[in-house]
């Protein structure tokens, strides 16, 4: 049973009326509350630009839950009981002389205080320099902000310089949801906790690595902040090297949140850089156009709501990653994501070496590779692909594969699985920083991914176009079928 936090938190959520706080945050909040983990006398002050008092606020908070909150999770009763805690105020984030009505809010200074920048990260040191001048915080602040933190590492360098001037590094809360997610989390436990896989978990026994984080929609809207963006920044840098670093990175000596991150960063500094003439075989940059998605005719990117009709920007990537150390040397990294993709799916796929020495069939050579399968979604859960013998008198020694099989939701069926935002708000509070991100975890990427980028620039490359509804460029297949593999489902 997880105990409650007995430390009671005001919390200042700034883009309270946006969208990532009506359809992720405060839907966490209320599961918090739902579970009991909210400690008598938190609160929450709804921070943003428009003209509402608390009681239409929280009037439109309530049907968001009933949007966004599953049926069967939904409890009226307990919504508005955390609605009880919720307080809305007006506030020009621009506007430094109204910043002081926060501290009037503030009349328990013994709560700590957690302030949530729900916003874009343009806004992130306009509102900590006011929150500082205003003298709303103190020492013990903590700080989220959500990724990803600038366009490229000198934007970078700004924001975090900016929150710098106002807050330590261990105040700050560098927010990944995909790092909040139960199986990214069990990437550690699955590593370090089996001597079955950490003895196994180099370039002595894996051929190589996918991963693939897929998406069915388009733009659903984004079209101002996705055609600045793309997908390499929106997901490469964002999300997809941090799964990387958890893949790769050497066990750490404990599980405090530098020793992780230490790690992480080890694998950063060691990612073989993408020269100029490794473009064509290593990385595949695409865009689709009209096709279908779940059987409905669907536009091209180009054809979007919104959309500039001559843009070159890329909705999808493939890569072929290389990390220059003793653990990885020789084993290839595939990593792709894409819109408009045919399923929505992230999983990563590790493939095994197989025995040095084959004894069955040589027709069935090729099922000889173990594979483990990590889902992030849609069904959370691990496989392991192994081979035994047919069932028959007539088989002989003929090989299957199947999987021991992990499904989250079915092995733990009297468990709930936490949303990612869940965990991450939980450990704020508590005040823990392993799910989050350093800054320097944060430069590194971004130093990585300008350089492909400054590529793609100097090279003209524009993208390959692929139909929606399928798994993007036919360039993205030839990349990988070149060291002689193929992707998963193509196997």
Known sequence: MVKRITNRCDIMLFGALGDLAQRKLFPAFYQLERAGLLADGSRVLALARRDLDTVAVCKQLLESLEQYVKPEEFDRSVAEAFLQRVEYQMLDFHDSDGFGVLNDWRDEP??????????????????????????????????????????????SRVINDEL????????????????????????????????????????????????????SVGIEGRWGYFDKAGQIRDMIQNHMLQLLCLIAMDPPSDL????????????????????????????????????????????????????????????????????????????????????????????????????PHYIFDQDQKHLANN??????????GMSLKILTKDQGLHKGMRLRQGPLELTFSEAFEAERIPDAYERLLWEIMKGNQYLFVRRDEVEHAWRWV??????????????????????GPVASIAMITRDGRSWYEDA
């Open 110 to 155: 013994n709560n700590e205080l957690i302030v949530y920048m729900a916003c874009p990260p343009s806004m992130y040191g306009i509102i900590a320099r006011n929150l500082s001048s205003a003298s709303c915080c103190t020492e013990k602040t903590r700080v989220v902000v959500e990724k990803p933190i600038g366009h490229d590492l000198e934007s």
């Open 164 to 215: 710098g001037e106002v807050y330590r590094e261990n105040q700050l809360f560098r927010i990944d949801h995909y790092l909040g997610k139960e199986t990214v989390q069990n990437l550690i436990a699955l590593r370090f906790a089996n001597n079955l896989f950490a003895s196994q978990w180099d370039q002595n026994h894996i051929s190589h690595v996918e991963i693939t984080v897929a998406e």
């Open 256 to 355: 405090s949140a530098d020793s992780i991150r230490d790690e992480k960063v080890k694998v950063l500094k060691a990612l073989r850089t993408i020269t100029p003439d490794m473009m064509e075989s290593h990385v595949v940059r695409g865009q689709y156009t009209a096709g279908t998605s779940t059987g409905n005719p669907v536009p091209g990117y180009l054809d979007e709501e919104g959309a500039n009709k001559s843009s070159e920007t890329e909705t999808f990537v493939a890569l072929k990653v290389e990390i220059d150390n003793w653990r990885w040397s020789g084993v290839p990294f595939y990593i792709r994501t894409g819109k408009r993709l045919p399923e929505k799916l992230s999983q990563i796929i590790i493939h095994f070496k197989p025995a």
């Open 371 to 380: 594979k483990l399968i990590i889902r992030l979604q849609p069904d959370e």
């Open 450 to 471: 300008d350089r492909v980028i400054q590529n793609w620039s100097d090279g003209g490359h524009s993208p390959k176009r692929y139909a929606a509804g399928t798994w």
